[in-house]
């Protein structure tokens, strides 16, 4: 984005009640912030806002657990919260909701745990050909051609849409038009610049949502090919760059879901 769509602004101005409102189009500041910048403080915004749920207790695997059954979230119960027996289970969250309880069992942190060495060494094990594979599909998945391309297109649209307002705005200045005529012209040009800007945001944060999704693949790997020996315990830090899920299906059925997708 650059510094004229920054600061691409209508705004309304009062001149007389009554009359066809005046917008003028605002963009002949300097950048603020380069998008770069911009980037990199929407993200930290939104990683900052998982943070917190990664952090509160037992965040880090009801986050990550899902139900085989209805597709929905495991969150925690703590058992026996004053005796000594305390401890931290995971459910499925339809658990005692409606009429179709969801079947699939409850989940201890041990569990996990255990089950999470399992499958990362499984992962570990066939580390050559699960970066194989990704080489081959890495091109489509994150490929962004036609989005770049609309991109520009539609940054295109609003700073031509921008310069007929601002032509619209000043010959009504100058030369008294039809304020009917003038008034539809108008508002069908703030229409057309407003309908540009709506798919350019969809458009930013499509783009987006492929990069912080590359960038977690991409740092899956990298801990992936530098792993070259059998984990023993939970490790914290792998959890966080390995694990997209875990599915619960049952008992004997739980699945890993890694980050390149690849299912142990
Ligand atoms: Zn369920």
Redesign the pocket.
């Known amino acids: 984005m650059d510094s004229l769509l920054f600061n691409l602004r209508i705004y309304r101005q009062k001149v007389n009640e009554g009359e066809v409102p005046q917008y003028y189009v605002e963009n002949s500041h300097p950048a603020i912030i380069s998008s770069d910048v911009f980037d990199m403080v929407q993200e930290e915004i939104k990683q900052r806002k998982t943070m917190k749920n990664r952090h509160s207790s037992a965040g880090i695997f009801s986050s990550k657990i899902i139900?085989?059954?209805?597709?929905?979230l495991?969150g925690s119960k703590v058992w026996h919260s004053t005796s000594k027996y305390r401890r931290v289970i995971f459910q499925?969250?339809?658990?005692f909701k409606g009429v179709d309880?969801?079947k699939?069992p409850h989940v201890t942190e041990d569990d996990i745990k255990k089950l999470f060495v399992t499958a990362v060494n499984k992962l570990i094990s066939n580390k050559d050909e699960v970066l194989e594979n990704f080489e081959v599909i890495k091109h489509t998945l994150f490929d962004v051609t036609t989005l770049e391309a609309e991109y520009l297109q539609m940054k295109n649209e609003m700073t031509v849409v921008a310069e007929l307002i601002q032509k619209c705005v000043n010959e009504n200045a100058q030369t008294k038009l039809d304020q009917e005529e003038y008034k539809n012209r108008y508002e069908g040009l703030v229409s057309r610049f407003e309908a540009a800007k709506a798919r350019f945001n969809e458009i930013s944060e499509h783009q987006q949502t492929i990069k912080v999704r590359r960038e977690r693949v991409e740092a899956f790997l990298a801990a992936l090919k530098e792993q070259d020996v059998l984990v023993t315990e939970f490790d914290e830090r792998l959890w966080h760059t390995l694990v997209d899920t875990v599915t619960v299906f049952s008992e004997e059925n739980i699945q890993f879901t890694f980050k390149d997708g690849s299912k142990f």
């Open positions: 139900c085989g059954e209805c597709g929905g495991y499925c969250n339809n658990k309880k969801c699939t």
